[in-house]
């Protein structure tokens, strides 16, 4: 029982731990691309996930080495963990919806996509959304190294190749998704979405314990033995996927703040444009209208093959998810964009028609 109250309380002092660290530590500051409602200014936003990522890591490697906590405890920890987050979420879900005014749509509706847009607290130190992708990227860290950990204290020498290098693109795609944080001030969940159950249960539950949904099905597992080749291979797949998104997310976030400057040095922007506004119709933006999406469905299924035991359904989960997520996305941001754009955006589609994979949808 008294393990079990740990576990479940474990994800809200970490997470307690993260607020103060996210306000403690010296932080980038920087104007953001959403205006403030009532003043019409560009909000401005505290990055330094980053380094909140490297404090914790620092420190669960010394409770690791000083025996204060064993190396996989949030894995033998994990089923009051998930709990306990689920709960916190659904805590904090309930009383971010209750304290705004009502949108007109259901009280379900309101509670799963919120009602305010933008919350900002401590004197405008902490913004909920970021500090909740945060909290989110900060938390899956933690337990990919706990969930590797266990695998390696379970295997010990004939561990499974694929769990670490697993561990390490994932925590790639963590570290470089922290260390751009500022490019994502620029992306559809900060301008489009408001805060609701979908963000904050999302961010603290489903973000850090779905998404390692493969690791935790095969920690347990011996190596599948996969040959040395097929891991590369994989891993191939997955930074083929990343060059996709970072290379499409960058390329947006250049020409909405530096339009007149060619991306990476030699690609010059090529634009459409009506007078009143300007769309990207090249390099990335000019294969696919969302490239940037089968770039992430690519990262998931490289890390999901790293695993072995392909015919595990419970592996496909993630990637699926990603599917689901971001083909319905793909169709919301499409009506977006095409009610602000207008006429543009028919051009636009006339020039790019695949949604997401080139030459093919
Ligand atoms: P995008 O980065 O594609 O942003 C869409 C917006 O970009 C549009 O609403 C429009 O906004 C602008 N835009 C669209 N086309 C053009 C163009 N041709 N030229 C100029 N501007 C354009 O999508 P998201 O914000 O959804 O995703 C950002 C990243 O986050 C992606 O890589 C995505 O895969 C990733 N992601 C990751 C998730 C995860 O869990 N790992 C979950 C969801 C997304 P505007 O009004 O500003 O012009």
Redesign the pocket.
């Known amino acids: 029982m008294t393990d079990f109250i740990a576990g479940f309380f474990a994800p809200w002092i970490i997470c307690g731990f993260i607020l103060v660290l996210h306000l403690a530590l010296p932080a980038q500051r920087t104007a953001g ?1 959403v205006r403030d409602d009532l003043t019409g200014k560009l909000l401005e936003y505290r990055l330094n996930g980053l380094l909140v990522l490297l404090v914790l890591m620092v420190l669960w490697v010394v409770f690791g080495f000083t025996g204060i906590l064993a190396w996989d405890w949030l894995y033998s920890h994990r089923w009051p963990g998930l709990i306990g987050s689920a709960v916190l979420g659904l805590i904090l879900s309930f009383a971010e919806v209750l304290s705004g005014w009502p949108t007109g749509r259901s009280f379900v509706a309101d509670l799963y996509f919120g009602r305010r847009m933008n919350r900002q607290f401590f004197n405008s130190r902490v913004d909920a959304k970021m500090f909740l992708y945060l909290l989110g990227a900060a938390m899956l860290g933690l337990n990919l190294l706990s969930f590797t950990a266990h695998h390696l204290v379970q295997f010990g020498s004939a561990f499974s190749p694929g769990v670490v290098l697993y561990c390490i693109l994932f925590f790639w ?1 963590l570290v470089e ?1 922290l260390f751009f944080e500022r490019v ?1 001030l ?7 979405e408001r805060v609701g159950f979908k963000l904050v249960w999302g961010c603290f539950t489903f ?1 850090p314990y779905f ?1 390692l949904i493969g690791l935790w099905a095969v920690a347990d597992l011996p190596d599948p033995g996969t040959p040395w080749w097929l891991l590369v291979i994989f891993a191939a797949i997955f930074f083929t996927g990343w060059g996709l ?2 290379g ?2 960058m390329q ?1 976030y250049h ?2 703040t530096r339009p007149e400057r060619s991306f990476l040095g030699f690609m010059k922007p090529g ?1 459409l444009a009506d007078g009143r ?5 090249s390099g990335f ?1 000019g294969v696919s ?2 490239v ?2 089968l ?2 469905i690519l990262e998931a299924i490289g890390l999901t093959l790293l695993l072995g035991y392909p015919a595990r359904w419970l592996l496909w989960l993630y990637p699926l998810y ?1 599917v689901f ?2 083909f319905t ?1 793909e169709r919301a ?1 499409e009506r ?2 095409a009610a ?2 207008g006429e543009l955006w028919e051009e ?1 589609v006339e020039r ?1 028609p695949r949604r997401i994979i080139p030459w093919i949808y």
Do not use: M, P, Q, S
């Open positions: 691309y795609f998704y994502h620029y992306t559809y969940d900060i301008f489009a973000y998404y998104a970072r499409a997310n947006k020409f909405k634009t506004n300007t769309l990207l119709c933006w209208r969302h940037n999406y770039g992430e990603y997520l971001l996305r941001d977006r964009c602000k754009y636009y790019v």
